[in-house]
């Protein structure tokens, strides 16, 4: 059975591709054709409407998140930009480039003329994969133990496999897009352990394709209207929403509500964080004390509110299903393989 699920996850892999591959091109199609605003707005929504259904196509948690965050976030919001007549996306772009810069977190390699891009080589990055990926396995085992462990102990391993997995996720498809597409990943990790301020964490050192994308589809026209604590607090509450449907879409759970007040609470701490630094006298922790402290509150605000949805949605159930089946699928190729070398080789 776990055999026949992974087998049909290769095959919604094949039609999903197909038909993001048909929806991009129609949508570069309609931006040649239609100037931006609204009219260009409309003739994207069978695009959007089609990734907000893209998910429902997977059996398994894995296929379904990445889905959700690839195509239901990302993609939608670049093709809102688009609409706008803003970047990253451009009409003009070839069609390949196109396809893969509206669905995968990437930018064309020749945009990277600043000295601030920080690249990562491909060896590099494939020693990242097999490292973290020699890991995973572990982690998923000891999801196999979970009622003998304390709930913090399940929460601390929550953390490290999130955190694990979407380096994992992006180092891989960094080498895919780098070697074989000849374009250059967005950064989206820096060291989110030396963070010194919840701002610097969330927009200079995790996750970075959430804020890219933020940044002008939220942040700037709520800023421009209202003022740079409208646009944080906007940007995270928007954040909030959007991981609380990639949740959905994991576990089939209704939305709890604790994720966005998870990062609705550290918008607001982020603002109020500005307004403390906006006064030249008052203390400032050194960043030998504002690194731990800032740490110590996102991963105990993420104790408190963001992984309880997980364990209560049977995430890590979830996830090592998928693992079981995605082992019986490299053991049924495994014997493939070797069953198609013997001849070959025993004819040497």
Not at 155 to 174: D, G, P
Not at 235 to 260: D, K, R
Not at 322 to 342: N, P, S, T, Y
Request: positive net charge.
């Amino acid at each position: 059975m776990r055999l026949a699920l992974m087998d049909g996850e290769l095959g919604s892999v094949l039609k999903v591709s197909a038909a993001v591959w048909a929806a991009l091109s129609y949508a570069r199609l309609a931006a040649t054709c239609i100037s931006p605003g609204a009219g260009r707005l409309a003739a994207f929504l069978p695009a959007v409407v089609l990734f907000y259904g893209i998910p429902f196509a997977f059996t398994t948690a894995g296929g379904r998140g990445i889905a959700a965050f690839f195509l239901c976030w990302l993609g939608t919001f670049k093709l809102f930009l688009l609409a706008a007549g803003r970047g990253p996306l451009d009409p003009s772009l070839p069609l390949l480039q196109f396809v893969c810069s509206a669905s995968l977190p990437v930018k064309l390699r020749q945009s990277t003329t600043s000295g601030k891009a920080k690249k990562q080589h491909p060896a590099s990055a494939a020693t990242k994969i097999l490292a973290l990926s020699a890991v995973i396995p572990f982690i998923t085992c000891v999801y196999q133990f979970k009622e003998a462990m304390s709930r913090w102990q399940l929460l601390l391993v929550y953390a490290a496999h999130m955190y694990i997995s979407v380096e994992v996720l992006l180092a891989l498809v960094h080498a895919v897009i780098h070697g074989v597409l000849g374009m250059e990943m967005e950064p989206q990790v820096d060291r989110p352990y030396l963070a010194s301020s919840l701002r610097e964490f969330w927009g200079r050192r995790w996750n970075l394709m959430v804020p890219a994308i933020l940044r002008p589809s939220v942040y700037g026209p709520v800023r421009a209207r209202f003022g740079d604590a409208a646009g944080v607090l906007a940007s995270f509450l928007v954040s909030g929403l959007m991981h609380e449907l990639i949740f959905y879409y994991l576990m089939w759970q209704p939305p709890s509500g604790e994720v966005a007040a998870f990062f609705v609470l550290h918008g607001v701490c982020t603002v109020a964080e500005a307004w403390w630094g906006r006064h030249a006298g008052w203390w400032r922790p050194p960043p030998v004390v504002a690194v731990p402290l800032t740490l110590a509150f996102v991963v105990g605000t993420g104790f408190w509110l963001f992984f309880p949805a997980m364990i209560r949605g049977g995430l890590d159930e979830l996830i090592l299903q998928d693992f079981q089946g995605m082992v019986v699928l490299m053991e049924q190729a495994g014997r493939w393989l070797a069953g198609a070398a013997g001849p070959v080789l025993s004819t040497r």
